[in-house]
């Protein structure tokens, strides 16, 4: 029963995920920068995720566990200002739907080698025909949208 919501609740955030580079492009069209819109969009990110910090379960965040993750860990930050900043600029100008198809096929591709060389401590999966058939109909799905 509980699965439902979960389910919904995740529609829901793709559904707001999809907005937030056409939000972010009207601030970069106001201030004239896809930059400081990127810059305020995580600024205000950064300060909702300190409120949630505050009012949640903070977990081990002592220096010695701070400390026991490798250092590349803390540069998967730079992934989302990569896709804030790169969604500000591309967006607008392929159109939301083919933005996001080429996102989710990236997606889709980053966990495909993921799963195949069992990255960051993943079962190792290895690329099957049928794996590759379907990240296939994605690509295919690509070039629908684009030339619809």
Request: aromatic fraction near 8%.
């Given at each position: 029963?509980?699965?439902w919501?979960y389910?919904?609740?995740?529609v829901?955030?793709?559904?707001?995920?999809a907005?937030?580079?056409?939000?972010?492009?009207?601030?970069?069209?106001?201030?004239?920068?896809?930059i400081?819109a990127?810059?305020i969009?995580?600024?205000?990110?950064?300060?909702?995720?300190?409120?949630?910090?505050?009012?949640g379960?903070?977990?081990?965040?002592?220096?010695?566990?701070l400390?026991?993750?490798?250092?590349w860990v803390?540069?998967?930050?730079?992934?989302?200002?990569?896709?804030?900043?790169?969604?500000?600029?591309?967006?607008?100008?392929?159109g939301?739907?083919l933005?996001?198809l080429?996102v989710?096929g990236?997606q889709?591709?980053?966990?495909?080698?993921?799963d195949?060389?069992?990255?960051?401590?993943?079962?190792?999966r290895p690329l099957s025909?049928l794996r590759?058939?379907?990240?296939a109909?994605?690509?295919?799905?690509?070039?629908?949208?684009?030339r619809g």
């Amino acid at each position: 029963m509980y699965i439902w919501i979960y389910l919904a609740a995740a529609v829901a955030l793709g559904i707001v995920v999809a907005m937030q580079p056409l939000i972010n492009a009207v601030l970069a069209r106001a201030t004239g920068s896809p930059i400081t819109a990127a810059t305020i969009s995580i600024l205000v990110a950064f300060l909702g995720s300190l409120v949630l910090f505050g009012l949640g379960d903070r977990g081990d965040t002592s220096r010695a566990a701070l400390a026991s993750v490798p250092w590349w860990v803390y540069l998967a930050g730079l992934i989302g200002t990569a896709f804030v900043a790169g969604g500000v600029v591309i967006a607008p100008a392929t159109g939301a739907l083919l933005f996001f198809l080429c996102v989710v096929g990236g997606q889709l591709l980053g966990a495909a080698l993921a799963d195949h060389f069992g990255a960051f401590g993943l079962e190792h999966r290895p690329l099957s025909l049928l794996r590759l058939a379907g990240l296939a109909l994605v690509l295919a799905g690509v070039i629908l949208v684009r030339r619809g």
